[in-house]
């Protein structure tokens, strides 16, 4: 082989090696997290979790109590542990379908409507007994949505 093919050679390896480093590969879209990594959302921005207790609706709802988990949490601005209550629908057609079953079901543990807090972010509602404080509230907003990535 002549100097000038394995120069040309050279050249053109150095240019396909250059373009596979110019491709951009769009990572995929995130997915909503389980119980797992919205607890990790909740524990990184400061909230202690305790009392996890699967199926807690707060309801006799069965659809409901498939979706629910109950769990205690404080933090920041919310000194004393609060009952939570999450509901993890499969996607957000199942999450629009039953959204306002959640409502009727936090009318079987909220004595007091005006104390109702619902926090939601497709595929979940976060619901409880408040009013929440500021820096708890602004903490469970963001680690919802965090963890629900696209809400699909």
């Known amino acids: 082989m ?3 093919r394995a120069a040309t050679l ?4 150095v240019l396909v090696l250059a373009g596979c480093g110019s491709v951009m590969v769009t990572p995929p879209a995130p997915t909503p ?3 797992t990594g919205i607890a990790t959302e909740l524990t990184k921005r400061g909230l202690v979790l305790d009392k996890l207790v699967s ?11 498939q979706t629910a988990i109950g769990f205690d949490a404080k933090g920041l601005d919310q000194a004393d542990p609060v ?4 509901y ?3 996607n957000r057609d199942a999450f629009d379908r039953l959204r ?4 009727t079901c936090a009318r079987s543990y909220v004595t007091d409507p005006d104390t109702y807090e619902a926090l939601e972010r497709s595929p979940y509602v976060l ?3 408040g009013p929440f404080p500021p820096k708890f509230k602004a903490v469970l907003q963001q680690a919802i949505e965090a963890a629900a990535g696209t809400g699909d």
Request: hydrophobic share 45%; glycine share 12%; aromatic share 8%.
């Open 100 to 103: 306002s079953t959640v409502d």
């Open 88 to 90: 993890i629908f499969r």
């Open 83 to 86: 009952r939570l209550r999450i």
């Open 55 to 65: 199926g807690d609706a707060g309801c006799e709802d069965p659809t409901l109590i």
């Open 10 to 13: 050279a050249f053109l390896a």
């Open 33 to 35: 997290a389980d119980f």
């Open 2 to 4: 002549g100097p000038l």
């Open 127 to 129: 619901t409880g007994v």
